[in-house]
């Protein structure tokens, strides 16, 4: 047999590589249910919102700058991006994986912009597939390179250390199941730069590891679909340019606020999309429980429409509705000692019943996947075996079969003590749609979790979404969102994401109904308006849309500079928030005139008071020339000291 040259075992690695990932990113499944539906991931990506971090130092959690870039691309082509180790955060749906299918794509097809089109070899690996004893060499053997006898997990060490460009894309670090551990592991050593020193990798996760090369790592975080990728989105995947298709998903999305919030979440929007595209009636859907609950119902509808068999339907229809093992398997999952999101699938079958697990696998609800076996670490692969996982498809199909648990969990409880130990355990900035599921298939046990709620911090702004889930009509929360408009309502930067969004969407509320807005305090949220007009982008890039309303608006940032255009933007979104009367820039250093142009005629019309507080100084709207504040009729320094009295709970 003639001896292979490590070129030649180069040639035949590439080669792997890219027929295993062309079997992955063409096999995008927009719809679970709908098996026989794939998409290549070129045909369906869209860029979502994408921000970089750009401070020089260590990062620290929560920490900003954050930085909008135009494109997944700028993730390794951007100069602020230069670097050994990046990892890239999102919370579960919104699109990590899908950035890395697409990056395999770009490079197995040389695409021309590509940031990846002269490297020589691309490793994309599924950490979930992994364990902690199996080196990073016979994982690659083991997932991207198995058919192939000619090439051993030994050459492939030699093949990369060939190499003059290599990229690694490690997938999903919040599921690996050694993530956090002290065992070793060659991603844990991978993270640290203890191997793959001088190879650039990219990692992408839901929150960071604890212990990473924090000195030689950027950060990227994906914020969600805004509407300009939403209508992408539409137009490139669903619908063409049926201008009357387009305009009835849009149409259903603006027409409710909760859908609205919800379909931030690329993955959710894919499948409300995709649907409501052919069944109009999901679009009259009115909560996040109602949506979920009809999707299931399709899922498990669109099985039994393709049976012939009258017995079988009668089995799937039992299994749709009799659960309870699958629920208890979920909240284990979720919420137990031993926290996980894929099992054994034998070991699961056992529990369920074989015919129940092949029903949901076949639905699309639990999707089987090959990861490695445990095993003593070997020089080779011929020994290294697989088994079977069974998963939830997605985090929120898990935490909708768990709250069918959490219903008897609470139950079960007899008091508020008893309530509290239960429900301490379930963090809900973690497992926020477990809890609106679990108020919204049962008003009993609904209304206790809201009042715990309502106990905690900030629980508040989380508990009106339960509330919705509830009564599913604004009627119902009223006047709770009127009392908590009365008072200041503030955003802070360090705020939860799921803090941020619940702030963001009783402020919405309350503007779609007239209910007045005292005040709207931004806590160094460094906001700035989007292309539109009509928003303001906030931490963690969520929006804040035009407040009818609002009646003042507070800004703090310790000392950061607005140059000219910024403020304009401000002003011009502030002008639109038709029942403002001040506009508030704390601790902000501006310019000393803007342009009389650029300051609208409705702030003027309305005489808006807008200040600034690092010099104490009032616009003046028709010279734009900022003035000190004189006590005469307008609010002076003695009236801006009681103001800031007040704000700090002095008076």
């Given at each position: 047999?003639?001896?292979?040259?490590?070129?030649?075992?180069?040639?035949?690695?590439?080669?792997?590589?890219?027929s295993?990932?062309?079997l992955?990113?063409?096999a995008?499944?927009?719809?679970?249910?709908?098996?026989?539906?794939?998409?290549?991931?070129?045909?369906?990506f869209v860029?979502?919102?994408?921000e970089?971090?750009?401070?020089?130092?260590?990062?620290?959690?929560?920490?900003?700058?954050?930085?909008?870039?135009?494109?997944?691309?700028?993730?390794?082509?951007d100069?602020?991006?230069?670097?050994?180790?990046?990892?890239?955060?999102?919370?579960?749906?919104?699109?990590?994986?899908?950035?890395?299918?697409?990056?395999?794509?770009?490079?197995?097809?040389?695409?021309?912009?590509?940031?990846?089109?002269?490297?020589?070899?691309?490793?994309?690996?599924?950490?979930?597939?992994?364990?902690?004893?199996?080196?990073?060499y016979?994982?690659?053997?083991?997932?991207?390179?198995?058919?192939?006898?000619?090439?051993?997990?030994?050459?492939?060490?030699?093949?990369?250390?060939?190499?003059?460009?290599v990229?690694?894309?490690?997938?999903?670090?919040d599921?690996?199941?050694?993530?956090?551990?002290?065992?070793g592991s060659?991603?844990?050593?991978?993270?640290?730069?203890?191997?793959?020193?001088?190879?650039?990798v990219?990692?992408?996760?839901?929150?960071?590891?604890?212990?990473?090369d924090?000195?030689?790592?950027?950060?990227v975080?994906?914020?969600?679909?805004?509407?300009?990728?939403?209508?992408q989105?539409?137009?490139?995947?669903?619908?063409g340019?049926?201008?009357?298709?387009?305009?009835?998903?849009?149409?259903?999305?603006?027409?409710n606020?909760?859908?609205?919030d919800?379909?931030?979440?690329?993955?959710?929007?894919?499948?409300?999309?995709?649907?409501?595209?052919?069944?109009t009636?999901?679009?009259?859907?009115?909560?996040?429980?109602?949506?979920?609950?009809?999707?299931?119902?399709c899922?498990?509808?669109?099985?039994?429409?393709?049976?012939?068999?009258?017995?079988a339907?009668?089995?799937?229809?039992?299994?749709?509705?009799?659960?309870?093992?699958?629920?208890?398997?979920?909240?284990?999952?979720?919420?137990?000692?031993?926290?996980?999101?894929?099992?054994?699938?034998?070991?699961?079958?056992?529990?369920?019943?074989?015919?129940?697990?092949?029903?949901?696998?076949?639905?699309?609800i639990?999707?089987?996947?090959?990861v490695?076996?445990?095993?003593?670490?070997?020089?080779?692969?011929t020994?290294?075996?697989?088994?079977t996982d069974?998963?939830?498809?997605?985090?929120?199909?898990c935490?909708?079969?768990?709250?069918?648990?959490l219903?008897?969990?609470?139950?079960?409880?007899?008091?508020?003590?008893?309530?509290?130990?239960?429900l301490?355990?379930?963090?809900p900035?973690?497992?926020?749609?477990l809890?609106?599921?679990?108020?919204?298939?049962?008003?009993?046990?609904?209304?206790?979790?809201?009042?715990?709620?309502?106990?905690?911090?900030?629980?508040?702004?989380?508990?009106?979404?339960?509330?919705?889930?509830?009564?599913?009509e604004?009627?119902?929360?009223k006047d709770?969102?009127r009392?908590?408009c009365?008072?200041?309502?503030?955003?802070?930067?360090?705020d939860?994401?799921?803090?941020?969004?619940?702030?963001?969407?009783?402020?919405?509320?309350?503007?779609?109904?007239?209910?007045?807005?005292?005040?709207?305090?931004?806590?160094?949220?460094?906001?700035?308006?989007d292309?539109?007009?009509?928003?303001?982008?906030?931490?963690?890039?969520?929006?804040?849309?035009?407040?009818?309303?609002?009646?003042?608006?507070?800004?703090?940032?310790?000392n950061?500079?607005?140059?000219?255009?910024?403020?304009?933007?401000?002003l011009?979104?502030?002008?639109?928030c038709?029942?403002?009367?001040?506009?508030?820039?704390?601790?902000?250093?501006?310019t000393?005139?803007?342009?009389?142009?650029?300051?609208?005629?409705?702030?003027?019309?309305r005489?808006?008071?807008?200040?600034?507080?690092?010099?104490?100084?009032?616009?003046?709207?028709?010279t734009g020339?900022?003035?000190?504040?004189?006590?005469?009729?307008?609010?002076?320094?003695?009236?801006?000291?009681?103001?800031?009295?007040?704000?700090l709970?002095?008076?």
């Amino acid at each position: 047999m003639e001896r292979l040259t490590v070129q030649d075992k180069k040639a035949i690695l590439i080669s792997s590589l890219k027929s295993r990932y062309k079997l992955q990113y063409d096999a995008i499944q927009p719809i679970p249910y709908i098996k026989d539906r794939l998409y290549c991931v070129d045909k369906v990506f869209v860029e979502g919102g994408t921000e970089i971090n750009i401070d020089k130092g260590e990062r620290k959690e929560k920490e900003g700058p954050w930085v909008r870039v135009d494109s997944y691309k700028d993730i390794f082509t951007d100069p602020r991006m230069k670097a050994k180790r990046r990892i890239i955060e999102a919370e579960a749906g919104y699109g990590k994986s899908t950035v890395t299918l697409q990056l395999a794509y770009d490079w197995c097809n040389e695409v021309k912009d590509s940031p990846l089109k002269d490297v020589e070899i691309l490793i994309l690996l599924r950490l979930r597939q992994l364990n902690s004893k199996i080196s990073i060499y016979q994982a690659i053997k083991l997932f991207l390179a198995p058919n192939d006898p000619r090439i051993k997990s030994s050459d492939i060490k030699n093949i990369i250390e060939s190499c003059s460009s290599v990229k690694v894309l490690l997938d999903g670090y919040d599921e690996f199941p050694d993530r956090d551990g002290t065992t070793g592991s060659d991603v844990g050593r991978i993270i640290t730069r203890n191997l793959f020193g001088n190879i650039d990798v990219t990692l992408t996760t839901r929150y960071l590891p604890k212990d990473y090369d924090k000195s030689n790592t950027k950060y990227v975080r994906l914020v969600g679909f805004d509407e300009k990728a939403r209508d992408q989105y539409i137009r490139k995947a669903v619908t063409g340019e049926d201008e009357e298709s387009v305009a009835n998903i849009k149409r259903a999305l603006k027409e409710n606020p909760i859908l609205d919030d919800l379909c931030q979440v690329p993955l959710l929007f894919v499948m409300f999309s995709h649907m409501t595209h052919e069944k109009t009636h999901l679009q009259k859907l009115k909560s996040v429980t109602s949506f979920f609950r009809y999707m299931i119902k399709c899922f498990h509808s669109h099985m039994r429409n393709k049976s012939l068999d009258k017995h079988a339907k009668e089995h799937m229809s039992e299994y749709e509705s009799e659960h309870n093992e699958l629920s208890k398997v979920a909240f284990e999952g979720l919420c137990g000692k031993n926290k996980q999101l894929s099992w054994r699938k034998d070991g699961l079958c056992t529990r369920l019943g074989q015919e129940f697990c092949q029903h949901y696998i076949a639905v699309g609800i639990l999707v089987e996947e090959e990861v490695s076996a445990e095993t003593n670490e070997q020089a080779s692969t011929t020994d290294i075996q697989t088994k079977t996982d069974l998963r939830f498809y997605h985090q929120l199909f898990c935490e909708w079969f768990a709250c069918f648990r959490l219903v008897e969990v609470v139950a079960a409880t007899r008091n508020a003590s008893e309530l509290k130990k239960v429900l301490d355990k379930v963090d809900p900035f973690n497992l926020q749609y477990l809890y609106r599921f679990t108020c919204g298939i049962s008003s009993a046990v609904g209304k206790r979790i809201i009042e715990y709620l309502k106990s905690r911090k900030d629980g508040d702004k989380f508990a009106i979404l339960c509330i919705l889930e509830q009564t599913v009509e604004v009627d119902g929360i009223k006047d709770t969102v009127r009392d908590l408009c009365s008072k200041d309502v503030c955003i802070k930067f360090d705020d939860s994401k799921l803090l941020q969004r619940s702030t963001i969407q009783l402020l919405e509320i309350a503007s779609r109904f007239d209910i007045p807005i005292s005040c709207v305090y931004l806590d160094r949220c460094s906001p700035r308006v989007d292309e539109s007009g009509l928003s303001l982008i906030l931490e963690f890039g969520l929006s804040l849309s035009i407040l009818s309303s609002l009646q003042e608006l507070r800004i703090w940032d310790n000392n950061r500079s607005l140059t000219n255009e910024e403020l304009a933007a401000i002003l011009s979104y502030s002008s639109h928030c038709t029942s403002l009367k001040e506009l508030v820039f704390e601790y902000y250093v501006l310019t000393d005139t803007i342009p009389v142009g650029s300051i609208p005629l409705s702030l003027k019309s309305r005489n808006v008071k807008v200040w600034k507080t690092f010099d104490n100084r009032r616009l003046n709207l028709q010279t734009g020339l900022w003035q000190r504040c004189d006590g005469n009729g307008n609010v002076g320094l003695k009236g801006l000291f009681d103001r800031v009295r007040k704000r700090l709970g002095f008076d």
